[in-house]
Nanobody, 124 residues
Framework: QVQLVESGGGSVQSGGSLRLSCAASGYTYRSYSMGWFRQAPGKEREGVAA???????TYSDSVKGRFTISQDNAKNTLYLQMHSLEPEDTAMYYC??????????????????WGQGTQVTVSS
């Protein structure tokens, strides 16, 4: 059974940094594509970043240059390093996995498995 567990969320001030982690289990991690999504109150869930099983990455325009997606295949863990955080980044952040290819898109429909989310709050 595929399980994704996010951690690393918290409250930071504008300009701060956080690193989110997503621990994966129940499948051959390195053969899957992974993604990060976020959902702010009253808004639809949006794709933030994705990484294919070959290491190719893509980012939404709103986070490009500030966020970095990476993974440690030995630890079955996905990361999202976030710098220069802004109040607009406040949201619940979710990791997701799929056996298919996703880059260059970060489409919700392309992912099969989802974590429960971790909250990120950025204050001005």
């Amino acid at each position: 059974q595929v399980q994704l567990v996010e951690s690393g969320g918290g409250s930071v001030q504008s300009g701060g940094s956080l690193r989110l982690s997503c621990a994966a289990s129940g499948y051959t991690y390195r053969s899957y594509s992974m993604g990060w999504f976020r959902q702010a109150p009253g808004k639809e869930r949006e794709g933030v970043a994705a990484i294919d099983s070959d290491g190719t990455t893509t980012y939404s325009d709103s986070v490009k240059g500030r966020f970095t997606i990476s993974q440690d295949n030995a630890k079955n863990t996905l990361y999202l390093q976030m710098h220069s955080l802004e109040p607009e980044d406040t949201a619940m952040y979710y990791c997701a996995a799929t056996g298919g290819w996703v880059v260059p898109g970060i489409e919700e429909w392309a992912f099969d498995y989802w974590g429960q989310g971790t909250q990120v709050t950025v204050s001005s």
